[in-house]
């Protein structure tokens, strides 16, 4: 009985997965994505041009239907979609993408602007006329050929190639752990570096250099700076700049207009516009009027038309740095060498390709020796038949057949097999006196060419100069000058923000539960002053007519800071809420803006003083809090807090060598005056050092600022937790240095002692507006209140149990015969 044999296996999955993915890996790198180092072709470009050679669909006969020549590839071939097929024929005929198109077009062949070509069924192609060196002598058996997929016809591993196809048109693939990006070069100076590298095989990449500018993309543009060029040459990575070839042009009204001629290599022309006229639309920068593709078949021309006394050079900069004007790219050439993938640089690109070259020429060296010697054969045996010709004619006259009379000739004359079969089948007409002639030519003319050939397989010099001699003679035919400028040093874009933005003047608005808005002059007049678009309980931090070239840094209890240009604050009507910082940076619930600073000059030699209510205090330069890339996003840290119930209690912007002084007081009553010169520069994301020793659960409520030649006018406003308002002298705290305890400035009672909720200081006669937590408002003439000692307590002015608990006391304006000196604190 015969033994049955198991067909189903258990084997785990992840050596299954691993095995199965490691042959589709090898698949799709070798036979899909990747190009061949030799001839710069993935297998579909390869089997496209093969196809149509073999269909006789060359540069010097009629087009054909695209459709014809995908049936082809796909039918025998490439057994894919014929929609690949065709996007590969289409991408080998696009001048935009091919510094040497294989493949001439009839018919829509895509655009720049992304446009996809017309279907197949519209457009005819044929074999470009540089193709031809591709495929030239495939005939002579130069390459490997295999079974195609069905195993009915061959097709080559690779092509001849009879130029450095992989740098002349660069490639572009994503495989399977691999990718390439390789980019078109010059095919002149890509022949001059192999044949340099041909005599001189211990070439250095700088010598190849000096033929090798570098990348010449099809559509131009300029590369800044070599630095990136040499290190892709040398190691296969490397990023340049490429910018596009812009001109500035005087037009009528005394107005300029940018002119960009070449764009960057592999950018989309209509999205590129699209964005640059986004910025217009969306005034990211003032001056641009108009965007205009004026693309014709003259070439390529975007026209971006200026305003009147538009900062030209400085708008082109900003385009450049924010749209593809200019862009990165980013060489990482790998291929396959060899069966196998690798990364690769300049030399050995060449020297695989002149290993090629110099193969296909000694099998077609070869191939056309045998034919040599096998015509030359025939030749010698036709000379020696006529010389006889009489013995010759009366041998076959007297054969039975064909064969015999080869038999009979081979054992009479000593002809070769080949010789008697030439002889039997020579036609009568040819043994005439001039093809005698004509042989001994033909046969003189045979024994130099093996003579020739024989010399070429024999000497490497001697083969080396055919290699030079065809490569120069393709040079000569297609070489055309470059089009990608290159310049000596990478050119860095410096932008004047300013000169981007008009300068105007608008209405600013700063909340302190974080609405930002600005509005029109002409909004801001037509509104009721009190109609400011506010949500019930939020109140104006920051309000002040300002330029739109100035600058916001606006502060948070959390030690935050945000930093907004007031040309970047969503314009809204005045009677509009406006944006929410939320919506860009991500607030704490309970994170509030406290202080607003208008900055003009963000390199101004200014600090900020910073506060906490649990006793640290650091001054930070305004140096150290410049905006950083992502502050539209992210808040910058001007302080860095002790624990979450740390909150910043005030901030100023003080003089790096200010003599003022500054007094803390804090909720137990105590009250510490020192110099602020006692307090040093500390990094943004320093804690700060101590400014008060402060008991357990007390914490500070506020500072008053002071300069020394107004310690004796200034009064302090106190509110406590039980409604009494107090007015004191500041002189009346003694000056002391930093971090000690300090002096009361309230009387401590046994029972019901009372603690400051707020302060505030002013001159004399003063109007003072009270906040409580019912949202009562209180207004306190100073006037009417009696200046006190540091140990009284004050007088009360409102009931906690009915109007709440006094939260904030504001200044408001003087009365007529009061002094105000707030304006000399800083």
Same mark, same amino acid.
């Given at each position: 009985?015969?033994?049955?044999?198991?067909?189903?296996?258990?084997l785990?999955?992840?050596?299954?997965?691993g095995?199965?993915?490691?042959?589709?890996?090898?698949?799709?790198?070798?036979e899909?994505a990747?190009?061949?180092?030799?001839d710069?072709?993935?297998?579909?470009?390869?089997?496209?041009?093969?196809?149509?050679?073999?269909?006789?669909?060359?540069?010097?006969?009629?087009?054909?239907?695209?459709?014809?020549?995908?049936?082809?590839?796909?039918?025998?071939?490439?057994?894919?979609?014929?929609?690949?097929?065709?996007?590969?024929?289409?991408?080998?005929?696009?001048d935009?993408?091919?510094?040497?198109?294989l493949?001439?077009?009839?018919?829509?062949?895509?655009?720049?602007?992304?446009?996809?070509?017309?279907?197949m069924?519209?457009?005819?192609?044929?074999?470009?006329?540089?193709?031809?060196?591709?495929?030239?002598?495939?005939?002579?058996?130069?390459?490997?050929?295999?079974?195609?997929?069905?195993?009915?016809?061959?097709?080559?591993?690779?092509?001849?190639?009879?130029?450095?196809?992989?740098?002349v048109n660069?490639?572009?693939?994503?495989?399977?752990?691999?990718?390439?990006?390789?980019?078109?070069?010059n095919?002149?100076?890509?022949?001059?570096?192999?044949v340099?590298?041909?005599?001189?095989?211990?070439?250095?990449?700088?010598?190849?250099?000096?033929?090798?500018?570098?990348?010449?993309?099809p559509?131009?543009?300029?590369?800044?700076?070599?630095k990136?060029?040499?290190?892709?040459?040398?190691?296969?990575?490397?990023?340049?700049?490429?910018?596009?070839?812009?001109?500035?042009?005087?037009?009528?009204?005394?107005?300029?207009?940018?002119?960009?001629?070449?764009?960057?290599?592999? #950018?989309?022309?209509?999205?590129?516009?699209?964005?640059?006229?986004?910025?217009?639309?969306?005034?990211?920068?003032?001056?641009?009027?108009?965007?205009?593709?004026?693309?014709?078949?003259?070439?390529?021309?975007?026209?971006?038309?200026?305003?009147?006394?538009?900062?030209?050079?400085n708008?082109?900069?900003y385009?450049?740095?924010?749209t593809?004007?200019?862009?990165?790219?980013?060489?990482?050439?790998?291929?396959?060498?060899r069966m196998?993938?690798?990364?690769?640089?300049?030399?050995?690109?060449?020297?695989?390709?002149?290993?090629h070259?110099?193969?296909?020429?000694?099998?077609?060296?070869?191939?056309?020796?045998?034919?040599?010697?096998?015509?030359?054969?025939?030749?010698?045996?036709?000379?020696?038949?006529?010389?006889?010709?009489?013995?010759?004619?009366?041998?076959?006259?007297?054969?039975?057949?064909?064969?015999?009379?080869?038999?009979?000739?081979?054992?009479?004359?000593?002809?070769?097999?080949?010789?008697?079969?030439?002889?039997?089948?020579?036609?009568?007409?040819?043994?005439?006196?001039?093809?005698v002639?004509?042989?001994?030519?033909?046969?003189t003319?045979?024994n130099?060419?093996?003579?020739?050939f024989n010399?070429?397989?024999?000497?490497?010099?001697?083969?080396?100069?055919?290699?030079?001699?065809?490569?120069?003679? #393709?040079?000569?035919?297609?070489?055309?000058?470059?089009?990608?400028?290159?310049?000596?040093?990478?050119?860095?874009i410096?932008?004047?923000?300013?000169?981007?933005?008009?300068?105007?003047d #608008?209405?600013?608005?700063?909340?302190?539960?974080?609405?930002l808005?600005?509005?029109?002059i002409?909004?801001?007049?037509?509104?009721?002053?009190?109609?400011?678009?506010?949500?019930?309980?939020?109140?104006?931090?920051?309000e002040?007519?300002?330029?739109?070239?100035?600058?916001?840094?606006?502060?948070?209890?959390?030690?935050?800071?945000i930093?907004?240009?007031?040309?970047?604050?969503?314009?809204?009507?005045?009677?509009e809420?406006?944006?929410?910082?939320?919506?860009?940076?991500?607030?704490?619930?309970?994170e509030?803006?406290?202080?607003?600073?208008?900055?003009?000059?963000?390199?101004?030699?200014?600090n900020?003083?910073?506060?906490?209510?649990?006793?640290?205090?650091?001054?930070?330069t305004?140096?150290?809090?410049?905006?950083?890339?992502?502050?539209?996003?992210?808040?910058?840290?001007?302080?860095k807090?002790?624990?979450?119930?740390?909150?910043?209690?005030?901030?100023?912007?003080?003089?790096?060598?200010?003599?003022?002084?500054?007094t803390?007081?804090?909720?137990?009553?105590?009250?510490?005056?020192?110099?602020i010169?006692?307090i040093?520069?500390s990094?943004?994301?320093a804690?700060?050092?101590?400014?008060?020793?402060?008991?357990?659960?007390d914490?500070?409520?506020?500072?008053?600022?002071?300069?020394?030649?107004?310690?004796?006018?200034?009064?302090?406003?106190?509110?406590?937790?039980?409604?009494?308002f107090k007015?004191?002298?500041?002189?009346?705290?003694?000056?002391?240095?930093?971090?000690?305890?300090?002096?009361?400035?309230?009387?401590?009672?046994?029972?019901?002692?009372?603690?400051?909720?707020?302060?505030?200081?002013?001159?004399?006669?003063?109007?003072?507006?009270?906040?409580?937590?019912?949202?009562?408002?209180?207004?306190?003439?100073?006037?009417?209140?009696?200046?006190?000692?540091?140990?009284?307590?004050?007088?009360?002015?409102?009931?906690?149990?009915?109007?709440?608990t006094?939260?904030?006391?504001?200044?408001?304006?003087?009365?007529?015969?009061?002094?105000?000196?707030?304006?000399?604190?800083?």
């Amino acid at each position: 009985m015969a033994k049955t044999t198991e067909r189903i296996r258990e084997l785990p999955l992840e050596e299954v997965m691993g095995e199965r993915f490691g042959r589709y890996s090898k698949y799709i790198i070798q036979e899909r994505a990747l190009p061949d180092i030799r001839d710069g072709l993935k297998p579909v470009q390869r089997r496209i041009l093969y196809a149509m050679y073999k269909d006789n669909n060359t540069y010097d006969k009629p087009y054909k239907k695209a459709a014809k020549a995908v049936g082809n590839v796909m039918g025998n071939f490439h057994p894919h979609g014929d929609s690949s097929i065709y996007g590969a024929l289409v991408h080998l005929s696009q001048d935009w993408k091919m510094r040497e198109p294989l493949i001439e077009m009839h018919g829509n062949n895509g655009s720049m602007d992304g446009d996809g070509p017309a279907a197949m069924r519209y457009t005819e192609s044929r074999l470009s006329k540089i193709s031809n060196l591709l495929l030239q002598d495939i005939d002579k058996e130069t390459v490997q050929m295999i079974l195609n997929f069905d195993d009915t016809e061959y097709e080559p591993t690779v092509l001849p190639a009879h130029f450095p196809n992989l740098l002349v048109n660069g490639s572009t693939g994503i495989s399977a752990g691999y990718a390439t990006e390789i980019p078109p070069h010059n095919l002149a100076e890509v022949i001059d570096a192999a044949v340099y590298l041909l005599k001189h095989p211990d070439a250095t990449t700088d010598d190849l250099m000096e033929f090798v500018k570098g990348p010449d993309f099809p559509t131009g543009g300029i590369v800044l700076g070599t630095k990136g060029i040499k290190e892709a040459y040398e190691t296969g990575r490397g990023r340049i700049q490429v910018r596009s070839k812009t001109t500035i042009q005087d037009i009528k009204g005394h107005r300029q207009q940018i002119v960009v001629t070449e764009v960057p290599f592999g #950018v989309n022309k209509a999205m590129m516009v699209k964005k640059i006229d986004e910025i217009r639309l969306n005034k990211e920068i003032d001056g641009i009027s108009e965007v205009r593709d004026e693309t014709d078949r003259h070439g390529l021309s975007i026209v971006i038309e200026l305003k009147k006394g538009a900062d030209s050079q400085n708008i082109l900069n900003y385009l450049f740095k924010n749209t593809d004007l200019q862009v990165s790219y980013n060489f990482n050439m790998v291929a396959i060498d060899r069966m196998t993938p690798v990364q690769v640089g300049l030399k050995r690109i060449l020297s695989s390709y002149l290993t090629h070259k110099k193969d296909v020429v000694t099998k077609r060296t070869e191939f056309d020796l045998k034919k040599a010697k096998q015509r030359l054969e025939i030749v010698e045996g036709l000379i020696h038949a006529l010389d006889i010709l009489d013995q010759v004619i009366k041998t076959i006259r007297s054969s039975k057949d064909k064969k015999d009379a080869k038999n009979n000739l081979i054992a009479k004359y000593e002809f070769t097999p080949n010789q008697a079969e030439a002889i039997v089948s020579l036609q009568l007409y040819r043994l005439t006196n001039t093809d005698v002639n004509q042989l001994k030519q033909e046969q003189t003319e045979l024994n130099k060419k093996i003579d020739k050939f024989n010399e070429i397989l024999s000497d490497n010099q001697v083969l080396e100069k055919v290699v030079v001699k065809e490569l120069n003679a #393709v040079k000569k035919e297609f070489g055309s000058p470059r089009r990608t400028e290159i310049t000596a040093k990478a050119a860095k874009i410096e932008i004047n923000e300013k000169a981007l933005v008009a300068d105007e003047d #608008v209405r600013v608005l700063v909340s302190k539960d974080g609405y930002l808005k600005r509005s029109s002059i002409r909004s801001f007049q037509s509104t009721d002053t009190s109609d400011n678009g506010l949500p019930d309980g939020d109140k104006v931090i920051f309000e002040k007519t300002m330029s739109t070239l100035d600058n916001l840094y606006i502060f948070t209890n959390k030690g935050n800071l945000i930093y907004r240009p007031v040309h970047e604050l969503i314009e809204t009507k005045w009677k509009e809420t406006g944006q929410h910082l939320s919506q860009e940076i991500g607030l704490d619930s309970d994170e509030e803006i406290i202080r607003v600073f208008e900055i003009n000059d963000l390199k101004a030699n200014l600090n900020f003083l910073i506060a906490t209510n649990d006793g640290y205090i650091k001054q930070v330069t305004l140096a150290d809090l410049q905006p950083t890339r992502t502050y539209k996003s992210r808040a910058i840290t001007a302080i860095k807090l002790k624990s979450k119930e740390s909150k910043v209690v005030r901030i100023d912007q003080v003089k790096p060598d200010s003599k003022q002084e500054i007094t803390l007081i804090t909720n137990q009553a105590y009250a510490v005056r020192f110099d602020i010169s006692e307090i040093p520069t500390s990094g943004s994301k320093a804690v700060g050092v101590k400014s008060v020793n402060l008991k357990d659960n007390d914490y500070i409520v506020n500072y008053v600022l002071a300069d020394p030649k107004y310690v004796d006018l200034i009064n302090i406003g106190i509110i406590t937790q039980r409604g009494a308002f107090k007015q004191l002298k500041l002189n009346l705290i003694n000056k002391v240095t930093r971090a000690k305890r300090g002096v009361l400035v309230l009387r401590e009672l046994k029972t019901k002692p009372h603690r400051i909720m707020a302060i505030n200081s002013y001159g004399e006669n003063h109007i003072l507006h009270l906040t409580t937590s019912s949202d009562r408002h209180i207004e306190l003439n100073t006037s009417e209140f009696p200046l006190g000692d540091r140990y009284s307590n004050g007088s009360f002015v409102l009931d906690p149990m009915t109007d709440g608990t006094p939260i904030s006391l504001t200044l408001g304006q003087p009365l007529a015969d009061g002094r105000d000196i707030t304006e000399d604190l800083f």
